[in-house]
């Protein structure tokens, strides 16, 4: 309802409308001349086995080096590029420079780690992309068991039986699906539960203040309860310190990712990542 609530509030501004629509234009310009110009860079958050301190895998956030303004976060771009529809071209960029990715870790000899990539929905709706993804998981040889996507429970929600389509075709492949930002939105787990998914990431929010407010540790622990009777894993998003660490391994969820550990980082740093973690006691 927010997208129609702007819309009329736009057409009561006419002003605001033009330069609304100038920018747009202009950003438009703007990021396919960065596609050209090779502007983008994939940066690499590694997550974690809570109950191992085991590197499991990462997931790939895309930046934009800007020749100016230095690097611009996701945030700023990606609802453009969803809204020009450029999304999809931006789309495979990612998907290619993460398989590549993939490639050149088995080339140097570094471990193997499944690489998750934020989907967004305008891509779910691509007729090409299972075509796609499966012609460049041949063309680098990366096993297909390598790769995950996410996706919100808000894009699958959009067109559950588009998304489920979809799904169906990848897990097929052997490519593993998350819903991001459990919790965010408005599907519970009985909607999901008829579509093939293995992990199941809850949203940061939930996870900020979780030592103190009870009702988010109730949430957490309930959410994770859940998700395991219907043989689904947990990873949690946001970890930022040693206690949340903690009181997630203790309400048995599987995998984390966060400052805790490590932002995103280039691809070259984290090739430097270690495979285990030690926790610092001090934190
Ligand atoms: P997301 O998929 O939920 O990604 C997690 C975001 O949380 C990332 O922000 C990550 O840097 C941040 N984060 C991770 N750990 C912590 C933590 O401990 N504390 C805090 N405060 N933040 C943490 P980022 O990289 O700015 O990405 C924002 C969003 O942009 C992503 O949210 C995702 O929705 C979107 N995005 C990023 N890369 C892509 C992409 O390649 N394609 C698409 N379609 N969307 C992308
Ligand atoms: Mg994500
Ligand atoms: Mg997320
Ligand atoms: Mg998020």
Redesign the pocket.
Known sequence: HAKQLGKNQFSMYTESMKVNTHNSIKAEDDLSQALKNQEFVLYYQPQFDLHTNHIIGAEALIRWNHPEKGLIYPNEFIPVAEKTGQIVELGHWVIETGIAYLAERKEAGLSDILLHINLASKQLADPYFVCHVEKLLIQYQVPARQLGFEITETDILEDIELAKSLLKSLKKMGVCIAI??FGTGYSSLAQLKNLPVDLLKI??NFIKDITEDENDRNIVEAIIAMAHKLNIKVLT?GIETRQQWQMLADFQCNFGQGFYVSRAVAAEAFNKTLPTIHHNEEN
Do not use: Q
């Open positions: 991001d930002d949203d940061r998003e």
